[in-house]
């Protein structure tokens, strides 16, 4: 398996900015995925890296630092609606092709407060 | 809807029956996923294709899983002998190079 880890819960306030860590350890990385999962829903997808640096979406940004095994979800202009569990994956390379599966960390239990 | 299509979103069986699910893909992506997952828990990897090959399948499943994609379209999983702890969230994703993304899930409760 591997190993990644993102705190358990996480608490903000609306309008504020909120960055959510995750470190992992893996062999063959192939690119990191952020997820958002409101409760009984499935994860939504909302930002890949595989190179190092900052990719910017709307309100929301992530990071990648690959030497150093760690990333973050950053959350501009807090609304309640972004009350919701955060999973980081990892994807690690398949042997015979660059596509292979996700590895989930427990995800990250963000609450918004008014 | 382009988008990862699952049926049904919800199913109760009595504990010992056979339950199947099916997922859509997303066209264009040649890989599938089947992922589990319950409360405060991540998804938990099940197994996954490339077109119409299983690749990988997680040792965690037990030989009461099976799962197909005949075509390298559509996938089906199915549990045989149902048992309680086999309630939870099965989740489906197809992804290519930059983007996976899951259907909404089938709810499955063993009775």
């Known amino acids: 398996g591997q190993n990644i880890d993102q705190p358990t819960e996480m608490t903000a306030t609306e309008g504020a900015i909120v960055q959510i860590n995750c470190t992992y350890q893996?062999?063959?990385?192939?690119?990191l995925f952020w997820y958002q999962q409101h409760a009984g829903e499935a994860p939504t997808f909302l930002s890949y890296?595989?190179?190092?640096g900052l990719e910017e979406k709307g309100r929301f940004s992530s990071f990648l630092s690959r030497s150093k095994g760690y990333s973050y979800l950053l959350l501009k202009e807090l609304q309640m609606k972004d009350s919701a569990s955060y999973l980081c994956?990892?994807?690690?390379?398949?042997?015979?092709?660059?596509?292979?599966?996700?590895?989930f960390g427990r995800g990250t239990q963000l609450t918004v407060w008014p | 809807d382009t988008g990862v299509s699952q049926n049904p979103r919800h199913k109760i069986t009595k504990r010992g029956q056979n339950v199947t699910f099916r997922c859509d893909p997303i066209?264009?992506?040649?890989?599938l996923y089947w992922y589990r997952q319950t409360l405060g828990q991540g998804p938990e990897f099940l197994t996954y294709?490339?077109?119409?090959?299983?690749?990988?399948k997680s040792r965690l499943l037990s030989d009461r899983f099976s799962a197909e994609r005949p075509k390298g379209s559509f996938s089906t999983l199915e549990i045989q002998r149902t048992e309680q702890g086999d309630s939870a969230m099965y989740l489906c994703?197809?992804?290519?190079?930059?983007?996976?993304?899951f259907g909404q899930g089938t709810r499955l409760t063993v009775v």
């Open positions: 294709f490339q077109n119409e090959a299983q690749l990988e």
């Open positions: 890296n595989v190179l190092d």
């Open positions: 893996t062999s063959g990385f192939n690119g």
């Open positions: 994956a990892v994807r690690r390379a398949d042997r015979g092709s660059t596509l292979g599966r996700l590895y």
């Open positions: 994703a197809s992804s290519s190079d930059r983007e996976a993304f």
């Open positions: 066209s264009e992506h040649n890989r």
